[in-house]
C-alpha cells in the first residue's frame, strides 16, 4: 500500500475513534460578520440595511457598515433579511416511542432539531406535551438532549397530552403541583396548556389559571371540543387574563364558535379581547387554520399577534409544513412583513416572558435567521384542503443559534471549496 493511502487510512480510523457519533458540545463558534442584509429588529426599531457582527455567541455590534476583519467569516446577505432567530410558541416536540401516548412521549410529536433550523427557528416551545408528573422524563428525553432552545408549557394535565381518556382526568389537574413545578423549572416551564377537555366544566381553564397565577406565567387555550359548549366570549372576557393566550384562532372547530360569524363579520367580543390584553395566536395544526376564517378576519383588520405552527407529524404533512409557510400565509393575507417577523421574534419571546430572546441587541444571544423573500407564483393549502394563490413566499438561507452555523441551504456562510486548503475546511 503507497505511504499516502496508508497515511489516509490511519487518518480516518484514528479520526473515527477520536469522534464518536453521539453529538458534542460543539466548538466555539468563530466571529461572523453578516453584511448588506435587510434587518427586522422590532426590540431595537432596525428596518433597514444594516451590517451584523456576531463574536462569543453574542451579538457584538450592528451598524449602517462594518468592514471585516482578518479572523471573521463573512456572510453576504444581500437580498435578504436579517432578523432574531424565529421562536415558534405552539410546537409538539416530546417526542418518543409509547405506545398510544400521543403528544406526550408518543410519535405524533417531533424530535425539535429535526424541524427547528432549516425554517429558521431557534427556539420552539412545546405546548402541554408534559405535565407535572412527566416533565423530568421530557427535560431528560429532549429538552436536555436537543442543540434547539426548548421551553415548555405544563399541561394542566399531570400526565400530558396523551390522548384519550388521560386527558379528561379532571382529578388529574392539580394547580399546586402544577405551579411548583414550574417554580422548579422556571428556566424551560414558560406557561400552562388547557386542551382537548370535553366535559361541560371550567375547571380545567380556572385551575390553569390558577397555578398561572401562582406560577407568574400565561396560559394558553386549545378551546373547543365541550358538550353542551363553552361560551368562547366567557372564556376571553372572564376567565383569561391579560397576557393569556388563546391558539387556533382561525379555526371552526366543533364545540367551538369560529370568531368570525356566519355574515363574514368578527365578533365584537374577540376585539374587546384583544383590547383587554388577550394573545391571539395561530396554532396552525392539522386542523386550525382555515381561509373562510382568516381572510375576512384579516379583511376587518384581524392579524394575529403571534404565528405559530402547531407542528406535529399530521400538520407538516400537509397544508402547515413549517413556521415560514405559515407565516407566508399571513403575508399573503396583507400583513406587513415588519409584523410577520415581530410576530415571531420580539412579540413572542413578550409572550412568553422571555425577553432575552427575539432581538438583536447588542450582548444579546447571537440567535439569528437569514431569510429569503423569494417572488412568484405559489400555493397555501388551509386545513380543510382549499388552495389560496400567492405571490411570495419565505425560505430560510441560514439559521445560527449562539454564533454558531446550525442551517446553510446555499453555503452562503462557507467558503468555496477550491480555497479551502486540501479540501478539508476548518470552522
Ligand atoms: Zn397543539
Known amino acids: 500500500m503507497p505511504m499516502a493511502l496508508r497515511c489516509s487510512v490511519l487518518f480516518a480510523t484514528v479520526a473515527l475513534a477520536t469522534f464518536p457519533i453521539k453529538a458534542q458540545t460543539p466548538p466555539a463558534p468563530a466571529d461572523l460578520l453578516i453584511r448588506g442584509g435587510h434587518v427586522i429588529d422590532a426590540r431595537n426599531n432596525v428596518n433597514g440595511v444594516m451590517d451584523v457582527l456576531l463574536s462569543g455567541g453574542k451579538v457584538a455590534r450592528m451598524d449602517a457598515k462594518i468592514d471585516p476583519a482578518p479572523n471573521q467569516r463573512v456572510v453576504n446577505a444581500a437580498g435578504l433579511y436579517v432578523v432574531p432567530g424565529l421562536i415558534d410558541i405552539h410546537s409538539h416536540v416530546f417526542f418518543g416511542t409509547e405506545k398510544d401516548s400521543y403528544l406526550s412521549s408518543g410519535d405524533s410529536a417531533v424530535p425539535p432539531d429535526n424541524h427547528s433550523f432549516r425554517s429558521g427557528q431557534t427556539t420552539l416551545v412545546d405546548v402541554g406535551g408534559a405535565g407535572w408528573r412527566n416533565f423530568p422524563q421530557f427535560k431528560e428525553q429532549v429538552i436536555d438532549r436537543s442543540r434547539t432552545r426548548v421551553l415548555s408549557f405544563l399541561n394542566i394535565v399531570g400526565s400530558g397530552m396523551k390522548g384519550g381518556p388521560i386527558e379528561q382526568n379532571l382529578a388529574d389537574m392539580d394547580a399546586k403541583l402544577t405551579a ?135 400538520s407538516m404533512n400537509s397544508g402547515m409544513k413549517d413556521i415560514l409557510n405559515t407565516m407566508s400565509k399571513l403575508l399573503n393575507l396583507g400583513m406587513p412583513l415588519r409584523d410577520v417577523v415581530r410576530a415571531n421574534t420580539v412579540k413572542a419571546a413578550e409572550v412568553i416572558k422571555r425577553p432575552d430572546l427575539g432581538h438583536l441587541s447588542v450582548g444579546g444571544e447571537a440567535d439569528v435567521a437569514v431569510l429569503n423573500l423569494r417572488k412568484g407564483n405559489f ?43 486540501g479540501g478539508r475546511g476548518s470552522q
Request: glycine share 14%; charged share 20%.
Open 180 to 314: 411548583m413545578r414550574i417554580r422548579q423549572n422556571r428556566d424551560v416551564i414558560v406557561g400552562i396548556k388547557v386542551a382537548h377537555y370535553s366535559g361541560p366544566e371550567w375547571d380545567p381553564v380556572i385551575r390553569a389559571v390558577q397555578a398561572g397565577t401562582e406560577a407568574g406565567v400565561p396560559v394558553m387555550v386549545d378551546f373547543g371540543g365541550h358538550t353542551p359548549p363553552l361560551s368562547l366570549e366567557d372564556l376571553l372576557l372572564k376567565y383569561l387574563r391579560p397576557g393569556d393566550i388563546l391558539t387556533h384562532t382561525y379555526a371552526s372547530v366543533r364545540g367551538r364558535i369560529p370568531i368570525v360569524d356566519e355574515n363574514g363579520k368578527l365578533r365584537p367580543f374577540v376585539l374587546e379581547a384583544r383590547k383587554r390584553g388577550v394573545i391571539f395566536d395561530v396554532g396552525h395544526g392539522g386542523g386550525s387554520f382555515l381561509w373562510s376564517q382568516a381572510v375576512p378576519a384579516t379583511k376587518q383588520g384581524f392579524y394575529p399577534d403571534v404565528i405559530s405552527t402547531d407542528l406535529h407529524t399530521g
Open 379 to 421: 400555493g397555501f393549502i388551509d386545513s380543510g384542503g382549499g388552495k389560496m394563490p400567492g405571490d411570495q413566499k419565505l425560505e430560510c438561507e441560514l439559521t445560527i443559534k449562539g454564533g454558531q452555523v446550525m442551517w446553510d441551504l446555499n453555503g452562503i456562510s462557507r467558503p468555496l471549496w477550491t480555497e479551502m486548503k
